[in-house]
């Protein structure tokens, strides 16, 4: 089968171009992620984009039938989610799965996911990061990558609720940046950040408030009622 290479990008976010000592410890030869990985990624670091989307497609529906996915409240039988973010790694920042590291993942879904030409709404959002979490559970125990576990980690409740932000309003966080020749560019340190900060602030102990002038008329009131209420029961 004839392999369409891409020979202008390489992988160099978590591997040298070339197969190294690394790459031998990580894929031991006769597991089925280093088989894998060398259908995805040629020798000399160049994705193989039809034989990685062929591989992407069918673990995400081998997903969709797997314990993990059962146990989701909301059900992604064809895995839709996972190939979304999947195909962002790759064609967007030359990343593949069985290479991939948390702040790939992190970046994918901060940046890439708001820019999908079918915008995510806000309120899908912590479905959406528990759907990956039980994708990178189950590519964890099915194929024992890496990273999965890593993975995991990162997808739990700050991340829905950094995705929820970035898609209800990345300017509310100053995150987006002004570029004269690229457009506004994502910064998701900003962002998480910002999100820290105002858990911070929530989870402060609030100070008591000196009641209004309203209110304090109304308690003045009720001791009113309350004093010729005694009088008329005595």
């Not at 409740?157 to 209800?168: C, D, E, I, N, S």
Request: hydrophobic share 40%; proline share 6%.
């Amino acid at each position: 089968m004839e392999h369409t290479e891409r020979s202008d990008r390489t992988n160099p976010t978590t591997y040298e171009a070339t197969r190294d000592a690394r790459w031998a410890e990580d894929f031991p030869e006769g597991s089925e992620r280093r088989a894998l990985d060398e259908r995805m990624v040629s020798a000399d670091g160049r994705i193989l984009d039809e034989e990685a989307t062929t591989i992407e497609d069918a673990l995400c529906l081998r997903f969709g039938a797997s314990p993990e996915a059962a146990a989701l409240r909301v059900k992604d039988p064809k895995g839709l989610c996972a190939r979304a973010v999947l195909r962002i790694l790759r064609l967007e920042q030359d990343v593949v799965l069985t290479r991939l590291v948390p702040e790939d993942l992190v970046a994918a879904l901060l940046d890439g996911v708001p820019a999908m030409e079918s915008v995510l709404p806000s309120d899908l959002a912590p479905m959406f990061v528990s759907t990956l979490r039980a994708f990178f559970a189950f590519a964890d125990r099915e194929l024992g990558l890496p990273h999965a576990k890593e993975c995991v980690e990162v997808l739990d409740k700050g991340m829905a609720l950094a995705l929820t932000h970035v898609l209800r309003s990345s300017e509310e966080f100053d995150a987006w940046e002004e570029d004269d020749d690229e457009g506004p560019l994502f910064d998701p340190v900003a962002l998480l950040y910002a999100i820290r900060e105002r858990a911070r602030r929530e989870a402060a102990p609030r100070l008591p408030t000196a009641p209004s002038r309203v209110e304090r008329n109304k308690k003045k009131a009720r001791r009113r009622a309350q004093k010729v209420g005694r009088r008329r029961n005595r």
